[in-house]
């Protein structure tokens, strides 16, 4: 039997959920019987049924579930969370065989799913398509494991390697085609975060514009307060959360993180304790350089445009292991750092 095929329609299964599930994990599941898919779920919404649940319950010829082997993408829960646990459900039902993509990092379930359906004498396989699942899934396990928020960066820069102009100066790179990726990027991720300088200097208003999606918080570093309250990332349109060591009062949508220790590593560890599972750093150089000195990030999305500038300031430096994937459509190049092997193709 072709188990990768299953488990792979699994993962197609789990991603219906982007968008709707965060912060848990798209999580997907198949039922088979003799080579045949009886039964198919995914989890569709935050708070409600898991994958597993949804799957067995579409399945109609219940009397095969016995002989079935059911194929998920996150081991299956052990707590009584939202839901009640997936393994007692599939226990309940008696399956053969559970096969497994990713074992389940949050420290309530953490090999406990899996426990409880050996014990119960079901079958069990784990690791299939895991490098797939990971990726799927890779804001879920970084904001577990790391405890901090999944990091992208992202910057446009001339061929011959600038990023602005001599004195900062913002100079055109990317088209209205990147612009809408971009916007697209930020409909798709929990926060943007740009410079002080930045905010100051190009006075962006980090909504989605040119796509149509949900507006993510934006996170500004201001650390003495300095920057005018005209700026329209304070209009109050959108969520924004300003880092700073002194004390404010909040406003409409505008939050003060009091930090004592002003470091990127406090900032990814307060917006892990608010839920923020992933960020997307728009810059400036100054930004985005901290985020490399630190090793702070995920992954790169960079623009590469083919005019030359010249002289200017230098686009920021990395040594990426993989380069993953490249869409010359838009001049764009994605580069996924992380432990050796820890990203396959895609
Ligand atoms: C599964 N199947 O489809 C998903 C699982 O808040 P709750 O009760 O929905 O639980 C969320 C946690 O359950 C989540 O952090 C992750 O550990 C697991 N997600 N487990 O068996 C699913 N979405
Ligand atoms: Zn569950």
């Not at 965060?22 to 995914?42: D, L, S, T, Y």
């Not at 999944?150 to 990317?174: C, E, M, R």
Request: glycine share 8%; proline share 7%.
């Amino acid at each position: 039997m072709n188990h990768e095929l299953f488990m792979q329609r699994a993962l197609q299964l789990a991603l219906l959920g982007q968008g709707h599930v965060a912060p848990n994990p798209m999580v997907g599941c198949v039922i088979v019987h003799n080579g045949r898919i009886i039964g198919e779920g995914w989890h569709r919404q935050y708070g409600q049924a898991h994958a597993e649940v949804n799957a067995l319950n579409s399945v109609t010829e219940r009397h095969l579930l016995p002989e079935s082997t059911v194929y998920v993408t996150l081991e299956p829960c052990s707590h009584f969370g939202k839901t009640p646990p997936c393994a007692d459900r599939l226990v309940q039902e008696g399956v053969k065989e559970v096969i497994v993509c990713n074992d389940d990092p949050n420290p309530l379930v953490a090999g406990r799913g899996l426990n409880k359906l050996r014990q119960a004498g079901i079958q069990v396989q784990t690791g299939m398509l895991a490098q797939k699942g990971r990726e799927l899934n890779r804001r879920f396990f970084t904001w577990i494991e790391q405890q901090r928020p999944y990091v992208i960066l992202k910057w446009a820069q001339t061929a011959d390697g600038f990023l602005a102009g001599p004195d900062y100066q913002p100079v055109p790179i990317s088209g209205p085609l990147a612009q809408r990726l971009v916007h697209r990027w930020r409909s798709e991720e929990d926060a943007i975060w740009v410079g002080t300088h930045t905010a100051r200097t190009d006075n962006p208003r980090l909504n989605v514009r040119a796509w149509t999606g949900r507006n993510p918080l934006r996170i500004i570093p201001d650390r003495t307060l300095s920057l005018p309250p005209d700026l329209h990332v304070f209009d109050g349109s959108q969520p924004t959360l300003v880092f700073t060591e002194k004390e404010r009062e909040p406003g409409p949508n505008l939050t003060y993180a009091t930090l004592s220790d002003w470091s990127l590593t406090t900032m990814l560890a307060d917006l892990k304790t608010r839920n923020i599972q992933s960020v997307l750093v728009e810059g400036g150089t100054r930004l985005l350089e901290s985020f490399l000195a630190e090793s702070c990030w995920d992954e790169i999305r960079l623009f590469r445009s083919p005019a030359f500038l010249k002289k200017g300031i230098p686009a920021p430096h990395f040594t990426a292991k993989q380069v993953l994937r490249e869409r010359v459509g838009v001049d764009e190049l994605t580069v996924w750092q992380g432990a050796e092997g820890r990203w396959h193709g895609v």
